[in-house]
Each structure stands twice: as structure tokens, then as C-alpha cells.
């Protein structure tokens, strides 16, 4: 159950993230701020049912729910937001529902020992290029294309997985 006080301090807190989330993958200012208000009415008005362990990765589960349901409404084409859904798993790893998450480490697993080090070193540790280069010994060089090689094979793999996409948001009731 939430109060107005937690609802406040929640959409407080994570309005900016979410909208930010909605506009990478719809590109539409307008329908990115319908989409995650949709959400926050969603939220209020189901206050008394829904038992949220982590608020976090519901809203995003929830942002993301909408903006899918959205696009397969307009019979859009899947492919285009598929992709910036790809960027932006890539992009922000550290807010990612966990099953994504899952199915990143096992990505990330299938990468070279030394691809994904600097991938993790500039993703995870937000390290440079340089730092990168001067800690592991290797041209800037190789950094960058050690890192352009794990971002081709990280978004190869999950194109192979898009396609779980719409039985993952819509056939499980998060």
C-alpha cells in the first residue's frame, strides 16, 4: 500500500529517469511524458492491490510494458524500437530488469576474456579509453575496438532475443 507521501517522494524521484527511459526508445517528447504519466496514474490508482518489492525496476518494467503496448496498438514497426531498445540495454546497464540482466551476463560470458575486461572496465568502472589503455598496457587503439567489437557482439545476441520481447512484456504479469 502507498501513501501520497511515498507516491510524491517516487515520482519525485524517478520522473526524469523514466522519461528519459520513454523518450530513447519512442524519439516523441509528447508521447515519452504520456506514456510515463499513464504509468504514474497507473501506479496511484492500484495502490491499495499492487505489492511492489522494488519500485525501481517495476517503473521501468512498467515504462517499458507501455511503450510496447503503444507500438504493437499502432502496428508499428518493431524492428526500429527493438533496436533502440538494444542501444539503450547497452547504454544503461545498471537500470535493467533483472531477467534482461540474466540474459546480459550470459552475453557478456560468450565475450572474449579480453573484450569483455575493457567492456567492463569502460561500461561498469567508467573508465576512459586512456585509462583503459594505460592500466591493461595496450594502444587506444585496441581499446576502441576491443570495445566496438563487444558492442556488435552484445547487440548481435540481442537481436537474437527480440523476439522474446513481446512474450517477456506481455504474457508475465509483473
Known amino acids: 500500500m502507498m501513501n501520497p507521501e511515498i507516491f510524491n517522494q517516487t515520482y519525485t524521484n524517478y520522473w526524469k529517469k523514466l522519461?528519459?527511459?520513454?523518450?530513447?526508445?519512442?524519439?516523441?517528447?509528447?508521447?515519452a511524458q504520456n506514456i510515463?504519466?499513464?504509468?504514474?496514474?497507473?501506479?496511484?490508482?492500484?495502490?491499495?492491490?499492487?505489492?511492489?518489492?522494488?519500485?525501481?525496476?517495476?517503473?521501468?518494467?512498467?515504462?517499458?510494458?507501455?511503450?510496447?503496448?503503444?507500438?504493437?496498438?499502432?502496428?508499428?514497426?518493431k524492428t526500429i524500437?527493438?533496436?533502440?531498445?538494444?542501444?539503450?540495454?547497452?547504454?544503461?546497464?545498471?537500470?535493467?530488469?533483472?531477467?534482461?540482466m540474466d540474459i546480459l551476463y550470459t552475453l557478456l560470458d560468450k565475450l572474449p576474456e579480453k573484450r569483455k575486461e575493457v567492456l567492463l572496465m569502460y561500461k561498469f568502472q567508467d573508465m576512459s579509453i586512456d585509462q583503459i589503455a594505460e592500466e591493461l598496457g595496450i594502444s587506444k587503439q585496441t581499446v576502441k575496438n576491443q570495445i566496438s567489437a563487444a558492442l556488435k557482439q552484445l547487440r548481435e545476441g540481442l537481436?537474437?532475443?527480440t523476439w522474446l520481447l513481446p512474450y517477456v512484456i506481455f504474457y508475465h504479469n509483473f
Open 81 to 100: 524500437l527493438e533496436d533502440k531498445f538494444e542501444d539503450y540495454i547497452i547504454d544503461h546497464f545498471s537500470s535493467i530488469d533483472p531477467e534482461l
Open 19 to 31: 522519461n528519459a527511459f520513454s523518450y530513447t526508445m519512442t524519439q516523441d517528447k509528447d508521447l
Open 159 to 161: 537481436k537474437d532475443l
Open 36 to 77: 510515463v504519466q499513464d504509468v504514474f496514474v497507473d501506479l496511484w490508482e492500484r495502490k491499495e492491490e499492487l505489492n511492489i518489492n522494488a519500485i525501481e525496476p517495476y517503473l521501468f518494467r512498467a515504462v517499458k510494458n507501455q511503450v510496447f503496448k503503444h507500438y504493437q496498438n499502432n502496428r508499428f514497426d
